[in-house]
């Protein structure tokens, strides 16, 4: 019997992009490997098997991408343009703002 749910579809076997372990990916961006798993997990840009974490090419752009400096003006005062909010800090901060507020005991 045949489970046609089984199949492995032809676009989920598209090879990865290069994937780094934290002290190659902190390498390359330059920061300690605290900061570098720090990153990955506040911007869900990382992936954790077991207690390492593992870092893909789009993983670090999308670091790079969220830590960037706000542009400035000509006077010196900041632009509002908006930052970059990944998937999973907005859903966090989306469940933070739905919880109920616990009552202070008097």
């Known amino acids: 019997m045949v489970f046609p749910y ?5 676009s989920l076997t598209i090879p990865l992009d290069a994937i780094y372990t934290t002290d190659e990916a902190a390498k390359r ?3 300690s490997r605290r900061t570098m ?3 990955g997990r506040d911007l ?6 077991g207690r390492e974490y593992f870092f893909s090419e789009r993983d ?8 960037r400096a706000m542009p400035t ?3 010196g ?15 966090r901060s ?10 202070r005991k008097q």
Request: glycine share 2%; with cysteine; proline share 2%.
């Open 37 to 39: 798993i720090k990153l």
């Open 94 to 103: 989306l469940q933070r703002l739905t919880q109920k507020k616990r009552r």
């Open 29 to 31: 961006l330059r920061v």
């Open 44 to 49: 869900g840009s990382c992936s954790v098997i």
């Open 73 to 75: 003006s000509s006077q």
């Open 6 to 10: 089984l199949e492995v579809p032809i």
């Open 77 to 91: 005062r900041a632009l509002n343009v908006e930052a970059f909010l990944s998937d999973v800090r907005l859903q």
């Open 60 to 67: 670090l752009l999308d670091i790079w991408k969220a830590r």
